[in-house]
């Protein structure tokens, strides 16, 4: 099985882990060889566009909210504390080099953590990203370079939902985003991420040793 790093964080600035991710993408760019990461964590609040996203899907003047365009497909969406944020930094010339094949698996990732709630998760064809009873709970941008992944999903644990007011969420107008919380009463970010480690290491077949970043990373 191959190795994966686990960086376990908390709220960190959207900039800062943005940083940490074109970093570790270069020096694998540079190293094939080097082990694949997961990093989890949580943002403060923040809105980002996908490279081609339109901007007529704000609600909201840009300069009043911290907004970032940055190069992950899709549309505009939130990150806010109480959403997991996962980005996996994977060589996918170690998996299978197939952009729709990986995408479907960060969807079983949150699937299949879904299932340890009892909740059924659906996908819905055409779409990127995972619902329960007609509700968004995950969505997903990524950016692959030279085959190497950036970005990730984004899992609506216990966040703050009015955010996602000022914005049209992926795009989608007639669905609706919701949280793990109006399932799951009193479920904390921590608990999910414990859960999203165990579904991520089964379903990509890796091994995974929790790690720190270095100061010079962070």
């Not at 996908?50 to 909210?65: C, T, W």
């Not at 619902?131 to 609506?156: C, D, P, Q, Y």
């Not at 703050?160 to 795009?171: H, K, N, Q, S, Y």
């Amino acid at each position: 099985m191959r190795s994966c790093f686990l960086y376990s964080q908390g709220l960190v600035p959207y900039q800062t882990a943005w940083k940490w991710q074109r970093s570790l993408v270069n020096e694998r760019k540079e190293n094939a060889a080097l082990d694949d990461i997961l990093i989890l964590l949580e943002h403060p609040p923040v809105y980002t566009l996908g490279q081609g996203s339109d901007i007529g899907f704000l609600k909201f003047a840009p300069g009043e909210y911290e907004l970032h365009r940055i190069e992950r497909g899709g549309e505009v969406t939130y990150h806010c504390p109480g959403q997991l944020v996962g980005y996996p930094i994977l060589n996918l010339q170690y998996y299978r080099k197939d952009l729709h094949w990986y995408l479907r698996q960060l969807e079983e990732v949150i699937i299949r953590v879904l299932a340890m709630y009892e909740l059924e998760g659906i996908r819905i064809p055409g779409l990127t990203g995972v619902w329960v009873e007609g509700r968004k709970l995950a969505a997903i941008g990524i950016k692959v370079s030279r085959w190497i992944t950036m970005h990730g999903f984004a899992l609506n644990v216990c966040p703050d939902l009015t955010g996602f007011e000022r914005i049209v969420p992926c795009g989608i107008a007639d669905k609706p985003v919701g949280s793990l919380a109006q399932f799951v009463p009193g479920i904390t970010v921590e608990e999910v991420k414990e859960r999203i480690a165990i579904a991520f290491a089964e379903v990509f077949e890796v091994t995974l040793h929790e790690h720190t970043f270095s100061s010079g990373q962070a």
